[in-house]
């Protein structure tokens, strides 16, 4: 018993410890002066990570766009409310779909991608040798990761939303037959544009912090061996996505709960 | 102050978890010499660099480069201190991103502002030292073992460092490179006058070019001075390694209970 609570401590202990390292680890990598060569190694992640990851988010967002559409009017039918599909499919994915799935998607496609990718270049020793060369590898491999993954699931989810309303709009008004006009227009009316879409936004700028954070700081932490790399970009997706929608009903109760 | 002695380790202790690698090691490498830091796998020589190199921090002691405490330095003076080392990984360790060219060119791009045409000559010179010129467009992939660790070397002489610390740069290596790579680090040291530190394990190489040997085995110094005073060493210890004898005061076996006992053990115990 009392072998299992001082386990229980030790855990907790280490689970604090790597917490704080993570915490330092993003304070000195994410803040620094930009040089045009940090720039330009931005702009190769964001498409690392962003346009790479364009095609599984679009076509996930048309298929989540449809499926909705398809749902929605099956239920609404019934009461005669089929014009307030496109107030429905608009709501879920601004409000919570296109922020979460995309964050989901994001963390499995981008994220493991930096975990194995920091992870080979620790177990390889190229962190080392950088380090040794005088570059100092937060600045140089991890801080533009960091930052291209900030900035590159917000657009994914903007990208995620639209093509998830013209989805919706492809099933509800082209193959069901819901009036074009109550569509858009019901849309239009319900939509709130710091409510739902500034929302939806920061929801996923939040998400975009927490999984690259994860990302990166698991490739940088893990035990430099083929074993290692593979639990390492296992535990990225694992911790990536609970955190996304652990920390999505939280945003959700402070912003549409009344919590606020 | 230029005979002063380049790197000063004072006292070093240091320990992995429970397992002590260094109790008290007193160390000094003079500059403009080639001088070896020897010892039987598994004792730490490795670590040793590392801790020279600033990346890891000893449990106490101390390690001076040049006059300057590494463990004491902040994160921006150690960088630049770095600036004037150069390392050897023995796996080379190039940025798999660039090709050859651009590993070499890598130092000089992010610590000077020269133009690129003088960036070229400098890279063409450091792979024509290390006899790889005509591999610069190639991928870290396409190297051998051998020519990957050159073209290691030839940028970590890219910046023109005073000091170069050497990580087992002859293992794995084919007679061939082999010869190549010990010809290099002599060359390299009596041409440019930087003061160097191999740690290996490969006696006959290593002391061909050494002009100072330590010998190190459990965490301590075993024995120190030049390859021929070490040659006619009379410790035992020193003998057995020196000499390549299989059995001797180093065990060959990793400590275990009796073989007979363990071999009529038949609970069916691993």
Not at chain 1, 151 to 178: K, S
Not at chain 2, 18 to 35: C, K, L, N, S
């Amino acid at each position: 018993m009392i072998e299992r609570i001082r386990r229980l401590g030790r855990w907790g202990c280490s689970a604090l410890e790597s917490l704080g390292d993570a915490g330092i680890f993003l304070a000195q990598s994410m803040f620094g002066i930009p040089s045009v060569e940090g720039i330009r190694l931005w702009l190769r992640q964001v498409h690392f990570v962003g346009v790479l990851s364009l095609a599984i988010v679009l076509v996930s967002g048309l298929f989540i766009g449809m499926v909705l559409a398809l749902q929605g009017y099956t239920i609404l039918v019934d009461f005669g409310a089929e014009d307030a599909l496109g107030q429905m499919v608009a709501l879920s994915l601004l409000r919570e779909l296109a922020p979460v799935v995309a964050a989901l998607l994001f963390a499995g496609r981008a994220g493991s991608a930096l975990t194995a990718e920091i992870g080979l270049m620790k177990a390889t020793e190229q962190l080392t040798s950088m380090e040794m060369i005088g570059v100092d590898p937060l600045r140089r491999i991890v801080a533009p990761r960091l930052w291209a993954g900030f900035v590159a699931l917000p657009l994914l989810t903007i990208g995620f939303g639209v093509v998830g309303v013209w989805g919706g709009q492809l099933v509800g008004v082209q193959w069901l037959g819901v009036f074009e006009g109550s569509y858009w227009g019901n849309m239009q009316a319900s939509v709130d544009f710091i409510g739902d879409v500034g929302n939806g936004l920061l929801k996923s700028l939040v998400f975009a912090l927490v999984v690259t954070w994860i990302a990166v700081y698991q490739g940088y932490a893990l035990v430099p061996t083929s074993e290692g790399i593979s639990r390492a970009t296992t535990r990225t997706v694992v911790y990536a996505s609970l955190a996304v929608l652990g920390l999505d009903f939280l945003l959700t109760a402070v912003m549409f709960g009344g919590l606020s | 102050m230029t005979d002063s002695p380049f790197v000063e380790v004072e006292g070093l202790h240091y320990a992995r978890g429970e397992t002590a690698i260094f109790r008290g090691i007193d160390m000094v490498i003079p500059r403009g010499q080639v001088t070896a830091i020897m010892g039987p796998s598994g004792t730490g020589k490795t670590t040793l660099l590392k801790l020279v190199g600033g990346q890891l921090a000893p449990d106490a002691g101390r390690v001076r480069i040049d006059g300057e405490d590494v463990h004491r330095l902040s994160r921006k003076s150690l960088f630049g201190l770095r600036r004037r080392m150069g390392m050897l990984f023995q796996s080379g360790a190039l940025f798999s991103d660039l090709n050859v060219y651009e590993n070499v060119a890598f130092p000089l791009r992010v610590h000077t502002d020269l133009p690129e045409s003088m960036i070229r000559d400098l890279v063409l010179l450091k792979l024509q030292a290390v006899g790889l010129r005509g591999a610069r467009e190639l991928s870290p992939a396409e190297l051998s073992g051998g020519m990957a660790r050159r073209v290691a070397l030839a940028r970590a002489i890219a910046l023109d460092p005073e000091l170069i610390l050497y990580d087992e740069p002859f293992v794995g290596q084919d007679p061939i490179s082999m010869g190549v790579l010990v010809q290099l680090i002599r060359r390299l040291n009596d041409a440019l006058g930087l003061t160097a530190v191999v740690v290996s394990h490969d006696i006959k190489e290593t002391l061909s070019i050494a002009d100072y040997v330590y010998v190190i085995a459990d965490g301590q110094v075993m024995a120190h001075g030049t390859p021929e005073s070490l040659d006619v060493d009379q410790d035992a210890r020193v003998r057995q390694f020196v000499h390549g004898e299989p059995d001797g005061p180093v065990p060959f076996h990793y400590p275990a209970t009796d073989f007979h006992a363990d071999l009529m053990d038949a609970g069916g115990r691993q």
